[in-house]
């Protein structure tokens, strides 16, 4: 299935950057569930550009429930989420008409579509879409915040420049959940902070960008969730990740390090408290044979730098089949990993809730 | 779905370590493909245990197609092949029956099954389920090379210690393809190889394992395949690779490198050559967009070191509930990577047969 | 998946009646397809009520295309159309809100929903959602039939009135099938539809309803589309009809008939004519085996009486429990067997193209 | 997905005819069920062919359980059974390689595969791979039984003799459905039995053959399960019989009768009965809005005349692509209407745990 992603919980996408709407069908919540419109909001504003280290565009995001949300809870029945686009400068775009930008889907939504794509601003492949997954992610993770899962993600590195550590148990990192949810550039260390928006900005002085890491976590997740072949919890949250503009590595746990470890440290100690089992460290990310253990799960993912960027790079012109130079105009973002920070940080509780779901039956939300 | 996998051509797995058979289903490939069966006896031996860094455990992996195959070629219908388990000694695993094995999915098999899992050699989390995922996938892929579709994987690393550089043109690559294909210890580079099993059996003498790090290329696909959103190619690709036992993380292109990389270095310029648009470069691992580009697909996987080993670790008793120790028994394999290698190899064929399908049709393959 | 149906060509829709909006999102259309929206809304037009033998609700229908079609072409990627509600009058339900009607939904969707339900009109059980349904199938029909692929539906009986004999080869029907698609009422037999109309009447003056059955071709279908097992055409052709409110019965060709015949008389012989092997009659319905035979597929489906009555009839108080009694206000249809038609002959398109890209891959429809 | 259904709880089939064997998947049965292999061997004795009104074939069906199933029970992985083909006699079919049957899917099937299918005894086309159907049903419908919910069916008609009425509430029924289950020619009325048989014998004796009509009906099914939209109830059973060979008709409840009535007839009063609803008839078969009433679900299905005839027909050789003519030769059922009860009676079984598990999870049918 293209653009329909879930088993128990699924969400369709649809929407151009430029075209009249974007929008999500979230569809398998349970009837019942409290709808936060405010936290919505407040999801897709983080998400939002601003500052000089993000793109100029300026979108209210002003999103619209058309359906399955009755007197402020869910009925049950698919939930629609419409945005419309409103800050729309096509004709910015018109010099790339023909140009395809290196290291944007440009080439091979040409290759794929033929030429019909709508390739003003990226079309289906803008970072634009990822507006309604926020929405509707947000819908899902104060529904799981109820049943004590939480979803936490900070940038774990911009340009090479890196955040605090940030792991432990539940306990140790709840602090830090709790701060980083309000964070539009989430990163736990002030002055590492500080030093990657230098890094933001330095990049896009020389009309230049940057990538970096995302490190989250899903914390609540109890035992026994996902499958032992193919719907392991790594397979689903990676499918899931890779949807995100410019994200090329998923690894969990101690993920490639674990690569020259040996099993004598790689392994995770098992202890029994309180009549649970529990490992006393967690390299695994919370995930053995594909299934949670109940410890938090932790997934990073690498975002690449931004591929929109103001310097003269060789190309083609898609329709004349010639070789040519492109500079590129127009609004862009010289990072997006913070933008991506918080996709990743709403993308994750709707795949957890479809696991949950998977085992549970989707009324266990309301329960 | 949990045991099948993939859209437009399918596999379907079952069996347990020590029962009585395990097997694979392989539907949607279209009629009239011929069939190989030394070839996929060649890549079953390939992945079997052999040599001191293996396990002791022989099994012949004797396979039989019980359906789906006439007269030597594909009939269209789902091809079902069976390896029964012959060398079983469930004996041995009667002291694990209840310590759990740190880092194995002995733990979260009993939290997800509630002690009604097949727990003998184990079971349905068994690497050797990867057996006839091997098959499916080495009839899958003689067909795919018969279009000039090839997979290649090598051991990109063991221990910490690297082989050889293998990138390039799919021109670049082929001799290098062709060579890794008939390996079961597939590394480039001779001294390379002999360190790393120095590595392995250093390790298997401390009753430790080892973990290391697979690359794998997919030359030849044409462009224009995949999705913009889900199902992606490093999205579908990362959802099949996770399902191999030990994977932890996997990435595409430069993969977590490109974090630190500008835009400038990362994108890679297109050119247009004999009428085609191709990337000088390759940072992108042949994906865009979560579109090939018609450039090498460059995947790679890390694996953790084998969680059996022969050194004691607190562990829990899964039915008392109480702390205790283990100390594995048994013919466990002090290192997976290069049987891992075989696996990820032509599990690659599979999914790419399924997203050139979803294009062209399944009868393509037959064209 | 339960709001989305298809599997290359899928349909995800939403919406209730009283809400915002209703609206599907059609996917895997490929790119290029001219997209014909006087088609689309002459379609709509065609189910919206009209005249003393509908409900007195007047919606207008006006869609928007909000994504996926760029230049008045498909872009490949999924069309999300929206239709408002725009003449929602909810007070006419307040009486309703908690005696369920019988016959209607009312019942199992507190069931299932556990009082959360949006029940103003029947909210997502509303046939108010096929409109959606209909746009979707009215752009994939203008495909196909490009390529020379027909559906037609006529009402083959209403309230036990038949129509005149519908059958043939698609030669043979080519005149009925274009008068038929452009009737609201679709009726070959003008007397037939002046009783039919007269039933219709008579029940609405009782304060009642009427069923009837309405009959389908696809004719143009090249032979060897389907499967033979679980995706038989009959299966998913069934499976999407039973979504239209009402329908209770599917059957094809000679259908429940047929176990009254011989294979004899059941059987149709096979001629080679110019090549083509084609079947002489037609009992089977153009299906054999669960895929096409080329011959025009015929399908019939019933549609029981509208459940929503003017008369007083036994029913409980969803919420306080008690037994009550209930008289249907508001704007009811008191036949809905001519607006199912118009669904029924629009969706069918949606599956046909759906079986066909699974065959031919989706960019046989540009071709 | 072509040979796999279900979502929940899926079955993914193969095997031809005269293969190695035939067998089925069963996926996604929670852990800790009991497993009752003599129910499967006495369900698997039921479809099989006896006496004069059968086919001369004689199968033992000697299932397998390879996997899945641990100390008797389930171990939550899916469960491969297995059944090997042994009185096969392929010579049989030398005559038919190149002739189609008529009303067969012999035409389709060429059509399809090009030719390379396997044609011995109608391959995967054969009605004997629904035997691994009937186990993978009678696995799954032990277990429901434990539940409180069972599945019964009549042979409501054969060549147009009738069976004695079989309806009313799950009370009412209950004699019946335990009589109707241990028989291989399940009619309630003996005097309908012997007159059935007595046709059936008349057109063997005439090398012809006859059809009927099966009525089906699960007991004790919740109100509150299944989809208003696409997965209905009655589209998930209807998909699913279809895939039983011969069927071409499907309708709940009153069916096509409802078409004839008019609304105050056909809506079922609904009154509440010791705090739960209930309706008072059963017009709607146990569903409204495509959901579950808590009332017996009431499904009829019909069977064309066995294809396979020893009368001259006309026809075309599949390879010269000339007119011939065809006189079956072999071993043929003259009415395979008793078989297919028994098919349909373990289908129903699959399809409801699969809808069931979707709203309860799968681990309520052990709780």
Redesign the interface.
Known sequence: ?????G??L?V?????SH?????V?L??MP??IEVDTDRISRELSLRRPSGKISTARREKDEF?????V?NG????????I?IPNLDVRSEDYTAMKRA??????D????????G???YRGG???SGR?TAPLVAAGALVRCALEKKGIFTATHIK????ISDAKFFGTAEEMAEEIKKLSDMNFPVLDDDAAKKMQEEILS?SG?G??????LESVIVGMP??????????L???I??????V?A??????????E???????????????EN?N?V??TN???G????????APIVVRC????????F?K????D?VS???TEIEAKGRHDPCIVHRAAIVVNNLLPIVAADML????????LRA
Chains 1, 2, 3, 4 share one sequence.
């Not at 369709?12 to 151009?16: K, L, N, P, S």
């Open positions: 299935m293209r653009n329909t992603f088993s128990a699924s369709t996408i649809f929407g151009e075209g009249g709407a974007i929008g069908v569809d398998g009837s019942g619209v429930i058309e359906s399955g009755f809870k869910t009925s049950g029945t698919p939930i629609c419409i395809a930008r290196p290291g944007h889907a080439l091979t939504a040409y290759m794929k579509y033929g019909f794509e709508d079309g289906h492949f879409i590195s911009i340009a090479g990049a020389d230049d960008s940057v990538g970096g890491v035992g026994g969730v996902g499958e032992p072949w193919f719907d392991t790594e397979g689903v990676a499918h899931a990740l890779f949807s503009p994200v090329k590595g998923v690894e969990f746990g101690d993920g490639f674990l690569s020259k470890m040996r099993g004598s440290e790689a392994n995770d100690p098992i202890r029994s009549g089992f490992t006393l390299h695994c990310g995930i053995l044979g594909g299934i949670s253990t109940s690498c975002v690449k730098p931004t591929a929109t960027i310097k790079q060789d190309t083609v898609l089949g010639e070789n779901f998977q085992k549970f039956g989707a009324d266990w």
